[in-house]
Nanobody, 121 residues
Framework: QVQLVESGGGLVQAGGSLRLSCAAS????????MGWYRQVPGKQRELVAQ???????NYADSVKGRYTISRDNAKSTVYLQMNNLKPEDTAVYFC???????????????WGQGTQVTVSS
């Protein structure tokens, strides 16, 4: 069993900052790519940022220069530092990780439960 537990969401004024964390736990052999997605009601979930096990990262154009993704492999945790937040960043943010569980050879995608980020104008 694998769990991804997110924390760090909340309400912030435009221009402010938040840091999201997502810790993976359970019967984990290895964790490959980790990332953050976001979703607003009525729209598809979209990729915000992703980071490989080696640290290579990519970002959605809308967050480049404002968001930074990082990970601590020893803690099985991925972070999302969000600066200069805008009202249009308001969404539920989901953590995602590609994990190989013990006794398996293949990775599978796992999701966190989501954390609400609300940016007021």
């Amino acid at each position: 069993q694998v769990q991804l537990v997110e924390s760090g969401g909340g309400l912030v004024q435009a221009g402010g900052s938040l840091r999201l964390s997502c810790a993976a736990s359970g019967s984990i052999s290895s964790i490959n790519a980790m990332g953050w997605y976001r979703q607003v009601p009525g729209k598809q979930r979209e990729l915000v940022a992703q980071i490989s096990r080696g640290g290579g990262s990519n970002y959605a154009d809308s967050v480049k220069g404002r968001y930074t993704i990082s990970r601590d492999n020893a803690k099985s945790t991925v972070y999302l530092q969000m600066n200069n937040l805008k009202p249009e960043d308001t969404a539920v943010y989901f953590c995602n990780a590609f994990i190989v569980i013990l006794m398996s050879r293949y990775e599978r995608s796992y999701w966190g439960q989501g954390t609400q980020v609300t940016v007021s104008s």
